[in-house]
């Protein structure tokens, strides 16, 4: 673009903006408002961010910290050490933590004691009781300001530069809940570039413009003597996103559409179930680890969920303990109704399935789940307490275990994965059983099980025909599609990372 393209493209207050930095090395925004020159910072940005884009102007911005209490009553109260200090040298200076407790409430006293110990100005004993008493370095400082105290009645009378303040000090203060506040002022100046100032040699003269034809200036015929401001197609314009969803409520709505054309009906539950339905149905036994606290989520509220079906409780109950009808031998030892009843938060979508099936013991019967489940561990890269699961099952009078490896392969090959593999596996609740593999990015990568669910399981159900059933992490399969390393990463609320992000 040449010169004359520019200045023809100039607008009212891009113009305005240049007059009044002609002559001058540089004015603040606030100064040319304060002037007259302009009536909002707000328009003088504006202008010159145009100016900027355009090579006509140059923004020079510098920020400097500074820090502010906001708590002006711990000047008159007193820093809790401060008071424990004082406290403790009226006692002697040494006295019981107890007395130091009730001298110090709603837990001051141990916010106190905290910062004694840290600044080196009391020392604690252990014995029958705990008796703090004051050091050498605490009783010259009863005498004396700390350090901390002196830089808060510094900022009572108004904000400290971050040039001029030990760093230790602030960091310690900015530790303490509501105590200070760190506050960031940004100074700017703007000022004309070479080529800036050649526009104003070129003779720039101010006229109202009109951006925007109205019915008002057509009616009127003001349109005839109006000038108006050259539009530049070249010119800097905001990018728009178009509305999109999530890319996970995308995944789902893709998993749901390939069960519906497979013929699958989709079912859920509650998240809170008792154990009965979340593990005893599913012949787990009542001492399986996955039943632990450091594995599974139980409720204190409700603490238990009553079972009223009591044929059904008998039949699960001689599974467990010698098998029942099913030919099984269970697992011994005797079973625990109370146990059953716990509440808990589901830790597989198994759940809905079974609960379906219980319902549904007749084929044909094909239903799949895509819900939350929660298991207590530990949040990193590959693992999370709340996921999701994806669940199947198909009750067949013709079931059976190459029907299942056919479903799985389908299903896998429609979400776009060529390459699949299966191998052995053990899970509790179905014999046999599968793992399910993909090659991805060079390597053979396992993404979720299967199998044909134990009598022991369908049994109490009078389900008299094969059940093939599988569950598959739903996160680790947008992960595999996406190229994503860290699971964390699907559930970060950045609206600039689906706005530019293509596969969402």
Avoid: C
């Amino acid at each position: 673009m040449d010169k004359s393209e520019i200045y023809e493209g100039l607008s009212f207050n891009e113009k305005r903006l240049l007059l009044s930095l002609s002559g001058v090395k540089g004015s603040a925004p606030a100064d040319l408002v304060s002037s007259g020159k302009f009536e909002l910072e707000v328009e003088v940005m504006g202008a010159a961010s145009w100016l900027s884009a355009k090579g006509l102007a140059k923004i020079d911005e510098s920020s400097s910290r500074s820090f502010v209490l906001i708590n002006k009553e711990i000047i008159k109260k007193g820093l809790p050490e401060r008071r424990a200090l004082n406290a403790i040298h009226s006692a002697g200076d040494s006295m019981d933590m107890s007395a130091l407790a009730s001298e110090l409430p709603d837990g001051d006293d141990k916010i106190a004691v905290g910062w004694l110990k840290r600044k080196g100005l009391a020392d604690i004993a252990k014995g029958e009781k705990k008796i703090i008493s004051l050091t050498s370095a605490g009783k010259e400082m009863l005498n004396k300001k700390m350090d901390d105290e002196a830089l808060l009645e510094r900022m009572a009378s108004g904000a400290v530069s971050e040039n001029d303040r030990d760093k230790n000090i602030i960091k310690d203060l900015k530790g303490r809940q509501d105590m200070i506040e760190e506050r960031i002022t940004t100074s700017r100046s703007i000022s004309l570039t070479e080529l800036g100032k050649e526009m104003i040699a070129m003779g720039i003269e101010l006229k109202e413009e009109i951006a925007q034809l109205t019915v008002e200036l057509i009616q009127s015929g003001k349109w005839k003597d109006a000038e108006f401001r050259r539009y530049d197609v070249q010119t800097f314009a905001p990018s728009i996103a178009p509305a999109k969803k999530h890319p996970l409520s995308r995944l789902a709505d893709e998993i749901r559409n390939i069960f519906v054309q497979m013929g699958f009906t989709e079912t859920d539950e509650e998240y809170v179930q008792p154990a009965f339905w979340n593990m005893d149905v599913l012949f787990t036994p009542q001492d399986h680890p996955a039943r632990d606290l450091q594995d599974t989520f139980y409720l204190k509220e409700p603490e238990f969920i009553r079972i009223d079906d009591k044929k059904l409780i008998k039949k699960v109950k001689e599974i467990h303990e010698n098998g029942g009808e099913t030919g099984s031998t269970g697992w011994g030892g005797t079973w625990s109704l109370e146990k059953a009843e716990q509440a808990l938060l589901r830790t597989h979508t198994t759940v809905n399935t079974i609960k379906y099936l219980s319902g549904n013991p007749d084929p044909p019967v094909k239903v799949f789940s895509l819900s939350r489940i929660f298991r207590n561990e530990s949040t990193d890269a590959t693992h999370l307490p709340e996921f999701t699961q994806i669940e199947g099952i198909i009750l067949d009078e013709k079931g059976d275990f190459d029907m299942l490896v056919s479903l799985v392969k389908r299903f896998y090959g429609l979400m776009g994965f060529d390459k699949i593999r299966i191998r052995p596996a053990y899970f509790p609740y179905t014999e046999p059983s599968l793992e399910i593999e993909v090659f991805f990015n060079g390597k053979w990568m396992e993404l979720g099980g299967a199998g044909i669910f134990r009598p022991e399981v369908v049994a109490p159900f009078n389900v008299k025909h094969p059940v093939l059933a599988w569950g598959f992490g739903f996160e680790r399969l947008a992960m595999l599609k996406w190229n994503i390393r860290d699971i964390r990463d699907l559930y970060v609320s950045d609206i600039d990372l689906l706005k530019k992000n293509t596969i969402f």
